[in-house]
């Protein structure tokens, strides 16, 4: 790897206070014949992408399905895991354009419940094939972390060491490396050792790896995937594995602790002095661990605090790099320095630990208004859902190719995770690009994608200022074919769909004769246009990020008419202007635009 890896990895584990673009709770699932229940033999495939809104009473759906054997004649979520058939609890044919999926659906609680734990995935039937052609499973966008709690009482035989250890790994989706940090307290000599075990709870295994970096009492460092078991991260969520750390007065392992999953939407993040607002240097350090409930409206957080003697151990409300009020105050456990509560989380406080704004401040006499701190970083990743097609290439490029990606970037700007399908093309695909630019520009290729057909799943390593670059919306994906050398889609990575639709999303034979003016517009937007029919409309204005920077109701009539729309409001930047009709679930992209 390009990075000094000790540095790299462990900074994304500890850099919980840098200030970072809000991640999202976005969810994805590959869909093929051979899921369905009984399986279908079908060349056909789809992606769904499902991101929610930050109220999570909705989700944006985006999806494409390549080589159906039929029409779609439905297309639902259902609960249940891999391999079992369960209930259907959100219709999908409201956003079904085509053999695309593009929109908003409002979802139960319990969608959400179910897809955290991969409970949940979507089922798509075909009038080729009533009963179901494709199905897959969900699966969360977020890195993975393990706990672990070390005592002399796991170690087989017991010890009496009265020493204390808490800590966890770190598996940052898409990394080729594991982070690993443990603090220890109270051990009776020097570490001579300290390792990864395979085994169960009561049982002594079998060596997998001896951690090469401790220091005093903290055990930090990498290990290349490549070093471990093949199945390690899912042999790890079900508690196969246990630290041990030996030292001279017990060689056999002072103490020890079984590795155990903290879930796909948790937090395991420091506690530290850097973090305090304003900071001041302190010898205290500690770790949280944070785990949602079942039914997720309750939180579990434990703290660990090592070095300091805290007055309390409050959680509190405020973004880092922000003082906010206390919420809850943790209850000290029988073990010193560890501190324990389950409390209660609305709707509020859930979407504050959503978007990382809760955290630990430990007070002490010393320092009343808190001497360390740690935000609750989450392990959920920055999440973005589009499409590409041949009028994002610059020049556009006239094909009926089209493709929808989803991709997610880690809060530490360290990973990207991508999935595109795409459909249609004028020729196979040659190669395939991340580049940088803004949309209407060309940039250079920053980083080469493979060219699977005609889904390209994959993972990539990325510079930290790249991943700023995604957040802005100032990189795309194109693809590029022997018809078309320099590009025939391509695709902003952003939140939202721009492309024209190509799959009847809106008869063109009854709304013709569109004219956007004036561009660049300053105050007020003209819309001209000839329609077949009347309809109730919305006039969408999106921004870069496909977010919607001004919604304008209209009542089209039939015939020619102009419609005249206020903007004086938006800011200065490029967006693309839409049509929907919402009582179709259609919409149409008018023209791409920019204000002065």
Do not use: W
Not at 499 to 518: F, K, R, Y
């Amino acid at each position: 790897m390009k990075k000094a890896i000790y540095t790299f990895l462990f900074f994304c584990l500890l850099s919980a206070g840098a200030k970072a673009q809000l991640p999202h709770l976005i969810f994805h699932a590959e869909l093929v014949g051979s899921e369905q229940i009984p399986a279908v033999t079908t060349n056909a495939t789809g992606l769904i992408t499902l991101m929610y809104s930050p109220d999570r009473t909705k989700v944006n759906v985006s999806g494409l399905f390549v080589g159906l054997e039929g029409d779609i004649t439905g297309i639902t979520l259902h609960i249940g895991k891999t391999g079992e058939v369960g209930d259907a609890i959100v219709d999908l044919m409201p956003v079904v354009h085509g053999r695309r999926l593009n929109g908003e659906v409002s979802v139960p609680a319990s969608l959400l419940q179910n897809l955290l734990p991969d409970r949940a995935y979507a089922s798509l039937s075909t009038t080729a094939h009533p009963d179901g052609e494709l199905r897959g499973q969900f699966i969360c966008e977020t890195d993975l972390d393990y706990k672990g709690i070390l005592t002399g009482s796991e170690v087989v035989p017991v010890t009496p060491s009265t020493a204390f250890g808490f800590g966890g790994l770190h598996f940052p989706t898409g990394s080729q490396d594991l982070v690993y940090a443990f603090l220890v307290d109270g051990l009776s000599s020097p570490i001579t050792s300290a390792s990864l075990y395979y085994g169960n709870p009561g049982e002594n295994g079998t060596l997998v790896y001896s951690f090469p970096s401790f220091f005093l009492n903290f055990i930090q460092g990498v290990v290349h995937m490549a070093d471990l078991p093949a199945d390690f991260l899912r042999e790890a969520r079900e508690g196969k594995y246990y630290v041990m750390v030996n030292t001279a007065n017990y060689p056999d392992g002072e103490i020890r602790g079984q590795i155990g999953f903290l879930g796909y939407f948790t937090s395991f993040a420091p506690v530290n002095a850097a973090q305090m607002v304003p900071s001041a240097p302190s010898p205290g350090f500690g770790f949280s661990h944070n785990q949602l409930n079942q039914t997720l409206d309750s939180l579990t957080t434990t703290v660990y605090i090592s070095t300091i003697t805290p007055t309390s151990v409050d959680i509190r409300m405020a973004p880092p790099g922000m003082n906010g009020p206390v919420i809850e105050t943790l209850n000290p456990t029988g073990t010193p320095g560890v501190y324990q509560k389950k409390y209660p989380l609305d709707a509020d406080r859930m979407s504050a630990f959503v978007e990382g704004k809760l955290y630990v401040l430990v007070p002490t006499a010393a320092r009343p208004n808190g001497e360390i701190r740690g935000q609750m970083k989450n392990s959920l990743r920055k999440g973005y859902a589009y499409d590409l097609c041949g009028d994002q290439v610059v020049p556009p490029v006239n094909t009926d190719g089209i493709g929808v990606a989803m991709s997610s970037v880690d809060q530490a700007n360290c990973y990207l995770n991508y999935k595109i399908i795409y459909d249609r093309m004028d020729s196979d695909v040659v190669d395939a690009f991340v580049c940088q630019a803004n949309p209407m520009q060309n940039g250079n290729a920053i980083y080469a994608l493979p060219t699977y057909k005609p889904l390209i799943p994959g993972s990539q390593e990325i510079e930290t200022n790249h991943g700023v670059a995604i957040e802005i919306g100032e990189t795309y994906v194109i693809l590029r074919t022997a018809e078309h050398p320099t590009g025939e889609i391509r695709g902003q990575i952003r939140r939202g769909f721009t492309c024209p639709e190509l799959s009847a999303v809106v008869q063109v034979d009854q709304i013709t004769d569109i004219n956007v003016s004036p561009v660049p517009f300053q105050d007020v937007l003209t819309l001209a246009m000839n329609s077949k029919r009347r309809f109730t409309g919305k006039i969408i204005m999106h921004d870069l990020l496909g977010a919607p920077t001004l919604v304008h109701q209209v009542e089209i009539q039939e015939g020619v008419q102009t419609i005249s729309i206020p903007v004086s409001s938006v800011p200065a930047g490029m967006y693309s202007l839409s049509l929907e009709i919402p009582d179709q679930g259609k919409s149409m992209l008018l023209k791409k635009l920019t204000k002065g």
